[in-house]
């Protein structure tokens, strides 16, 4: 609780500072998140308030925010969304947090028709909304093993206004997928067991480990995903699946494996290996 009245900029100023303290980048960043979250408004429009005193229980529930974050807890999951693609898609405890990395994928499955699309382990279904909500006449699929995160999805199909033309399915891979799709895409767990420990507090400790993870080598799903792929996927249709930065060689040579041509590796804005796409033989 405070004692003064304080200004939005002061409240900015100081909880930045002790985010510093506690050793957590982009602190500037992420407390004008947290503070345009508290007031309703687009981050950029912060500016017009910086003058303005902050009331009691608005700066409780920020400071409350920045408790949070000093803690490790990403911003999205304390706000409960995340900008993806340009729309704002719910996250909770039981989906992956959309990175910006994934929106390679989204683009690469933009670059060529298609009419009806599979997305596999859907988690807060961020790809296939996407691509419904920017191809109005696409009609998709979405699996995923966990009832909770299939809610999160329904919610955001609903939320931009696709759930119309999106079927939500629990399924372990092709389990519950019949059908044939001329797109096929997958953002599916494929950190080594092994460099689960090297990974950040925020993605570690609040990212669903069924999501990050196969237990093992980090190619599990692709070998399932590819092993199954030419029930599904529509001669001339094309598998698209986001992939770590060492990935490449392995994942291209899984697709290959299936049969699949025009095996490429596409990659991210830094420059990393991030997406494999393939095409099945016409």
């Keep these: 609780m405070r004692t003064a009245p304080l200004t939005v900029q002061l409240a900015l100023l100081?909880?930045?500072?002790?985010?510093?303290?506690?050793?957590?980048?982009?602190?500037?960043?992420?407390v004008r998140y947290l503070m345009a979250h508290v007031m309703g408004l687009e981050r950029d429009r912060l500016s017009i308030l910086m003058s303005e005193v902050i009331?009691?229980?608005?700066?409780?529930?920020?400071?409350?925010?920045?408790?949070?974050?000093?803690?490790?807890v990403p911003v999205s999951r304390i706000i409960g969304e995340r900008l993806f693609y340009g729309r704002r898609f719910k996250v909770a405890d039981a989906v992956l947090d959309p990175r910006p990395e994934t929106e390679v994928l989204v683009e690469a499955a933009l670059d060529a028709p298609?009419?009806?699309?599979?997305?596999?382990?859907?988690?807060?279904?961020?790809?296939?909304?996407?691509l419904l909500a920017e191809r109005e006449q696409v009609t998709g699929m979405a699996g995923d093993l966990s009832d909770a995160a299939l809610a999160v999805a329904g919610e955001n199909a609903a939320r931009h206004g696709v759930s119309d033309r999106l079927t939500l399915v629990q399924s372990d891979w092709y389990g519950a997928t019949p059908g044939n799709f001329d797109l096929v895409v997958s953002n599916p767990p494929y950190i080594a067991e092994a460099e689960m420990q090297g990974l950040s507090v925020e993605v570690r400790d609040h990212d669903p480990r069924m999501a990050l993870t196969d237990g093992g080598d980090g190619l599990s799903a692709y070998r399932a995903i590819t092993a199954g792929i030419n029930a599904v996927l529509s001669p001339g249709g094309r598998l698209l699946v986001e992939i770590g930065p060492t990935q490449g060689g392995a994942v291209s040579a899984l697709f290959r494996g299936a049969g699949l041509e025009d095996v490429r590796v596409l990659p991210d804005l830094d420059g990393r290996d991030r997406v494999?796409?393939?095409?099945?033989p016409t």
């Design 14 to 30: 100081g909880a930045a500072k002790r985010l510093e303290l506690a050793g957590i980048a982009g602190a500037q960043r992420d």
């Design 55 to 72: 009331d009691p229980e608005p700066f409780d529930r920020f400071a409350s925010m920045v408790e949070k974050r000093m803690q490790g």
């Design 114 to 130: 298609f009419t009806r699309l599979l997305d596999l382990g859907t988690g807060s279904g961020c790809i296939a909304v996407t």
């Design 276 to 280: 494999v796409s393939g095409y099945r």
